[in-house]
């Protein structure tokens, strides 16, 4: 059973608010993702960790920023909310063991965020 | 760019009908290809494929890849209606990053 773990999982605040989406996992794993998905629409990569002080941005440009300062801990934050960002936000990691050999990516249950 | 397209996008069939997912796939250092079911909240995951040629299988379910062509399949065979559901196909490239294709919708039909 994966052990990573999403709060809140459901979140409704009004415009210009800042919110955090916490995302904790603890596995010890090196690799953590954000993904924005709407409602039966596809998964879109919008940051990514390889490690601790180490966050990228991932495909779909994304307002938030997220930060990286211990393994098991990544959370991403919107400074000020737009009805724009209404969406699901999903969290990942995983583990890459060297010479091509990885886990798979186990994911959260998600955060479903509506901004009004 | 990284991409990973999927087809078909969506798909109808009856009980017990058989069904190929195809996941075509255009990435910079390929390291693996998964699958994963997604019904209604966080995709579950099916197959991990690293070598080419080499079948994955899991009761009805079964996937392979073949990184000459770039492409893998998933197929499910004698389908019921709880498979219904989004199939993603995912790709660790390089620097890990995890590339996802749009999904296929499979609805199965009683």
């Known amino acids: 059973e994966a052990d990573i773990y999403q709060t809140p999982r459901y979140l409704v605040i009004g415009t210009g608010k800042k919110i955090t989406l916490e995302c904790s996992q603890t596995?010890?794993?090196?690799?953590m993702y954000w993904y924005q998905q709407d409602p039966g629409m596809e998964l879109h990569l919008i940051h990514y960790?390889?490690?601790?002080?180490?966050?990228e941005k991932g495909d779909l440009s994304s307002e938030s920023t997220v930060s990286r300062i211990r393994t098991e801990h990544f959370p991403l934050t919107l400074e000020s909310a737009r009805p724009s960002h209404t969406s699901q936000y999903l969290c990942?990691?995983?583990?890459?063991?060297?010479?091509?050999?990885?886990?798979?990516?186990?994911f959260g249950q998600g955060t479903r965020l509506t901004v009004v | 760019e990284d991409k990973v397209v999927q087809s078909p996008l969506s798909l109808v069939v009856h009980e017990g009908d058989t069904v190929t997912l195809n996941c075509s796939y255009e990435v910079t250092n390929f390291r693996s290809l998964l699958w994963y079911k997604q019904e209604k909240k966080a995709p579950t995951f099916l197959f991990m494929l690293?070598?080419?040629?080499i079948e994955k299988k899991s009761g009805r379910l079964s996937s392979i890849l073949d990184k000459k062509e770039l492409f893998s399949i998933l197929n499910i065979t004698a389908t019921q209606t709880g498979d219904s559901a989004v199939y993603l196909c995912?790709?660790?490239?390089?620097?890990?990053?995890?590339?996802f294709g749009q999904g296929t919708r499979l609805t199965i039909n009683p």
């Open positions: 960790s390889y490690g601790v002080n180490s966050t």
């Open positions: 995912a790709v660790i490239a390089v620097a890990q990053k995890l590339v």
């Open positions: 690293t070598s080419s040629g």
């Open positions: 990942a990691s995983s583990e890459y063991s060297g010479q091509g050999g990885n886990t798979e990516a186990f």
């Open positions: 596995m010890g794993h090196d690799k």
